[in-house]
């Protein structure tokens, strides 16, 4: 849990201004989402390999070699500066290797070390740890860019990333897993025939498609609102505020029989939060969208997450082929991915002057589609 804590601390302290220093740097949403296609066009690539690597070398060293990318990550803006929009591509491949690298390493270290009878509570108890430390990070981060002129700012709280990271690294090592040793197959779990695990898959696909406009788009809105870095950092730990108070308040009844209404309850908000931004963005409404959607995405999020490791946990060789279930499960996470960015930069073409409530309406539909998908049968 310290690495994990650790881990949570070292990227809202910086990734929530990520975008908006791009945006700073050329206002314009095309670099930020070359940016992010670039990453999420890596990272099926390197979970795909990772599922490979897992089969020879310890999965703790996956874990620690995505660290060691974040490292790398934050260190090219303290290297490129403000010549950074010049290498967006690489810097969203670096990002996509870290994540891939990262991610993979604990998907499968959450599996290995909890189980059905305590996920939800493992998910809760990150839940709370991630959004204390997005109560902080952001109020620090915006505070500490507001009073450093010049973009300074930026690389301090870009440079104490890659030490909260080194620290990270470093408790990462006391950590232990062994290879499994047979053969790597992931297409019978991609195109499967098990109708719980596709129903799973489709599910992730309606949850990335919103996750990936909604991570960068509103904290854009609300810089434009502003024209405040602090602006955004108190808006995100108010952000965090709720999904602190949703996680306390929720966590307690979080179990196997209650996630179907809670993904209901979750989508019902998000649609209705929605309405707000087609009336009308400014500073006002996007918080109070905002706080809905924390809640909201919480009630999505908690259950779809432990209700798949749950059906892979089914499986009899779910032990020998849980790399392969994580990497099969991130092909439809990807492909919500890459498709809403470029139905958003197709929106903002087509659409220029209500592109953005167009795309912000859509998203808020698909915890509906996540619902449909977990429980339709």
Not at 73 to 89: A, C, D, S
Not at 270 to 289: D, G, P, Q, S, W
Not at 293 to 316: E, G, K, M, Q
Not at 361 to 366: A, C, D, G, K, V
Request: aromatic share 16%; charged share 10%.
């Amino acid at each position: 849990m310290l690495t994990i804590a650790l881990f949570m601390a070292a990227t809202v302290l910086s990734d929530a201004f990520v975008n908006i220093y791009l945006w700073r740097l050329k206002a314009d949403y095309i670099p930020i989402t070359i940016y992010m296609l670039s990453c999420y066009i890596t990272i099926p690539i390197i979970f795909y390999l990772c599922g490979y690597i897992g089969m020879h070398i310890d999965r703790v060293t996956i874990y620690i070699i995505g660290i060691f990318c974040y490292i790398t990550f934050y260190g090219m803006v303290l290297i490129f500066r403000e010549n950074i929009t010049q290498h967006v591509i690489l810097w969203g491949f670096v990002k996509g290797l870290a994540m891939g690298f990262f991610f993979f390493g604990y998907h499968i270290l959450t599996f290995d070390f909890t189980s059905v009878s305590n996920r939800d509570a493992f998910y809760t108890n990150t839940s709370i740890i991630s959004g204390t430390s997005s109560l902080l990070g952001p109020l620090t981060a915006g505070f500490i860019i507001t009073y450093f002129k010049n973009f300074s700012g930026y690389y301090i709280i870009f440079g104490c990333s890659v030490v909260f990271f080194i620290v990270a690294v470093a408790l990462s090592f006391s950590m232990k897993s062994t290879p499994i040793k047979r053969p790597y197959k992931i297409e019978d779990l991609v195109f499967t025939k098990n109708k719980k695990w596709q129903d799973t898959l489709i599910a992730y696909l309606f949850l990335s498609g919103k996750d990936t406009i909604a991570t960068f788009l509103i904290g854009i809105l609300v810089f434009k609102s502003t024209l405040s870095e602090s602006s955004v950092g108190k808006y995100a730990s108010l952000i965090a505020v709720a999904a602190i108070c949703t996680a306390l308040l929720f966590g307690r009844f979080s179990k196997p029989q209650t996630r179907k209404s809670f993904v209901l309850t979750g989508a019902i908000l998000a649609f209705a939060a929605a309405f707000l931004l087609m009336y009308k963005i400014n500073i006002y409404t996007l918080v109070i969208y905002s706080i809905i959607s924390a809640v909201a995405d919480y009630l999505v999020r908690t259950p779809i997450s432990a209700h798949a490791l749950d059906v892979i946990s089914l499986d009899t060789n779910a032990n020998e082929r849980k790399m392969e279930y994580i990497v099969a499960r991130d092909v439809p996470t990807a492909v919500g991915r890459i498709v809403m960015l470029v139905v958003f930069v197709l929106f903002l073409q087509y659409m220029p002057v209500n592109g953005i409530k167009a795309i912000i309406l859509l998203i808020s539909m698909f915890p509906f589609g996540v619902y449909w998908a977990m429980y339709k049968r």
